[in-house]
């Protein structure tokens, strides 16, 4: 056997592959690329690695906002309740007849490929070449499919029914995951026509949505409020979830009344839907479904019977009344005419609604946003002051005449003689100006104005609703320097003594008047929210800083004003009722135009109820006094709490 050493081995014939040898010079220059390309697939495995372990989280939720869909779901509001029971807000079932555009995916394909191939055929035909992009090609297709469902619907129904190609690409660019309403406020004829003739495999379906109720129309329509549509929110809770493209299903907010003051309280919570969609955007598999849930309900302090007395009483005129509980500050009726109906204003307020109801000043709600001079329903005020400082005993006799000297002018009295020698029950009774003239310049403007700010006149009372005006005034010195530019005058504190002047309070200022009158306190605050049973104020309540003398006389003034005065149209035989009439007059554009008051209390014993009513005259011609005008419209309102009296 041959024996090789190693230093003698031959190399390999020509063309054969050499053996890779790294001792080899030739070979060593192979080492970098080598190198270079091992740290090459280091670097990527560790970059795979880094992508698919450390970077998961981050390709997962790009992936999740790629294929993901969130869908929001409202919440239906709670029912407002008045404070028996009864239903004075609820909610009721809307139907439309829709359709999901995902369900429109084949007939859209078919309709474009039949419009192409008929495009295709015509340029053949002719050698010209039809001038359409594809972009209208496709929208053409899609229209043609949805006016064909569109001519079934409105043959089911037998009338016209309509969509434009701007709403079409609006809803498919931006709502693409949510129904298309192709008719919408079904009426339950049309609902059930629809649901009997419509092919069963329609794509078209009945669609439900939840819309406000109002089951007695314009009851308290300013105090119950309105809602408006609106996309429902991301709710906080997953607000860390925000970058997921959601679409939302209108909901509803409150704008007006109740409906706005409680809106945390009403409003549902919402649901949602997740869906995978396809690279197209629509959707083709539910990943997960959370119900909405409805808000919660509202107890009212209002009493259906009293506020359908209170509107009936306004019925055909112009102004508002308010009844109260003096004890609790309950609101038992707040009403406002004109009014409205509220089921006018679901799901939408249509223009010509809006625009008749503003041509008649229906949108004001004159119990908390209407400003009048309170005329002689203010005279127990102005007698209050006059027993603070001093100046006036209960029972004192001053002589009242035709008229009243103040200054270089005579102050009439509204009735010819006047009244002779009266004292304050009287003329209270018979609301003598003269009288009041007298003891009011006795107490002053300062003590006058004190007074009326300790029954709140002078702000808002704060009632739980939006809107109430802020701009009361109780004029004083002060008050005319800053605004008027000018000194205060004998004249001023005459006119403001009998409630005319500079005053201008709301309808539910002078309930509030009439609650502390009737409960021989001031700071009582009004509210819309049913006491529960055996509830205490948590606010200070201060006593009328009069005598029991005092104080009796001008409640014996307001009884006998009922008995046998000015408001003898609130007599009852079997209610003693504590009442004061006034009427006052106000100057629009230089005419000349009257306000009927009337405030009072009953049951004198214990009182229950305090009401305020004006009535305002809208002609020159209007002869309106607050005995002939206002007064019936609070009886009403106290024969309507004494028939719900026992149930109380």
Known sequence: MATHKKGNETAPPPGKPQPFDFQTRR?????????????????????????????????????????????LLPGPRGNILDRNGDLLVGNRARFSAAVFLNSLRKEFRTEYLSRAGAIKRQEAETGEEVDISNNDLIWNSRMAVIQYHLDEISRILGRPVSITRRELESHFNNR?????????????????????????NSPVHVWTESARYYPYGNLAAHTLG??????????????????????????????????????????????????????????????????????EDLNLSIDVAIQQAAQRGLEGKVGAAVAMNPKTGEVLALASSPTYDLNDLTPYIPSDVYREIDQAGGWLNRAIQ?????????????????????????YEILFCGSSYRVGNRNFPEHSNPGFGEIALPRALAVSSNVFFYQIGLRAGIDWIADTARLFGMDKPTGIELPFETSREIVPDRQ???????????????????????????TPLNMAVVAAGLASGKTGI???????????????????????????????????RAVEEGTARRTRFTDLTVAGKTGT????????????????????????????????????????????????PVAREIFQAWQTTRPIR
């Open 27 to 71: 070979n060593r220059r192979l080492i970098p690329f080598v190198v270079i390309t091992l740290v090459g697939f280091s670097i990527l495995i560790s970059q795979l690695f880094m992508e698919q372990l450390v970077n998961r989280e981050e390709h997962l939720e790009r992936e999740k906002q790629q294929t993901m869909r969130r869908i």
């Open 176 to 200: 693409i995951l949510l129904p298309l309403k192709l008719v919408s406020d079904l009426s339950e004829e049309e609902y059930a026509r629809l649901v009997d003739q419509l092919p069963p």
């Open 226 to 295: 309105y809602v408006v549509s609106r996309e429902v929110n991301l709710p906080e809770d997953e607000e860390d979830n925000s970058e997921l493209m959601t679409f939302s299903y209108y909901g509803k907010v409150g704008k007006a009344g109740v409906e706005r003051s409680f809106e945390e309280l009403l409003d549902g919570k919402s649901g949602q839907e997740v869906w995978r969609v396809d690279p197209q955007g629509f959707q083709y598999e539910r990943l997960s479904l959370i119900r909405p849930e409805q808000g």
């Open 370 to 394: 209407g400003l009048y001079p309170p005329g002689s329903t203010f005279k127990p005020v102005t007698a209050i002051a006059a027993f603070r400082k001093g100046v006036l005993e209960p």
């Open 479 to 505: 008050w005319k320097k800053e605004t008027q530019g000018t000194s205060w005058f004998p004249g001023d504190t005459a006119n403001t003594s009998i409630g005319q002047g500079f005053l201008r309070v």
């Open 525 to 559: 605050r009004p509210t819309l929210v049913r006491r529960d049973d055996g509830w205490t104020p948590d606010y200070e309540l201060k006593p009328l800083p009069l005598t029991q003398e005092e104080y009796g006389s001008i409640v014996e003034g307001m009884i």
């Open 584 to 631: 006052a007059q106000v100057y629009p554009d230089g005419k000349a135009l009257t306000l009927a008051w009337f405030i009072g209390f009953a049951p004198v014993e214990d009182p229950e109820i305090a009401v305020a009513v004006v009535v305002e005259g809208v002609s020159a011609d209007d002869q309106y006094h607050g005995g002939t005008t206002a007064a």
